[in-house]
Nanobody, 125 residues
């Protein structure tokens, strides 16, 4: 069992930055690939990006490439989403999710075994 808790969301102006954290419970965090998803009002949840269990590989959806960076610290059971050059279209609830023995590239929600409760990110223009 893995419990995930996101933090770091908030209100930021366009062009600004935020870093989201996802803290995981459990001793087996290191064998889970981690994904970040987001859901904007009135839209379906979408894959933002992911990171392999080792942290050696990261994947991003095209709209965030070059602006967002995913990293993880397995010693701290934490994965991060650094978001730079934020735009109003990045406004959404952001979720982290854990994928047992995954590669970090999977964009399918059903591939993920555990989910956090989400954290709101609002980007003002």
């Amino acid at each position: 069992q893995v419990q995930l808790v996101e933090s770091g969301g908030g209100l930021v102006q366009a062009g600004g930055s935020l870093r989201l954290s996802c803290a995981a419970s459990g001793r087996t965090f290191s064998i889970y690939a981690m994904g970040w998803f987001r859901q904007a009002p009135g839209k379906e949840r979408e894959f933002v990006g992911g990171i392999s269990w080792s942290g050696g590989s990261t994947y991003y959806t095209d709209s965030v490439k070059g602006r967002f960076t995913i990293s993880r610290d397995n010693a701290k059971n934490t994965v991060y989403l650094q978001m730079n050059s934020l735009q109003p279209e990045d406004t959404a609830v952001y979720y982290c999710a854990a994928n047992y023995m995954g590669g970090g590239y999977d964009s399918r929600e059903y591939a993920y075994d555990y989910w956090g409760q989400g954290t709101q990110v609002t980007v003002s223009s």
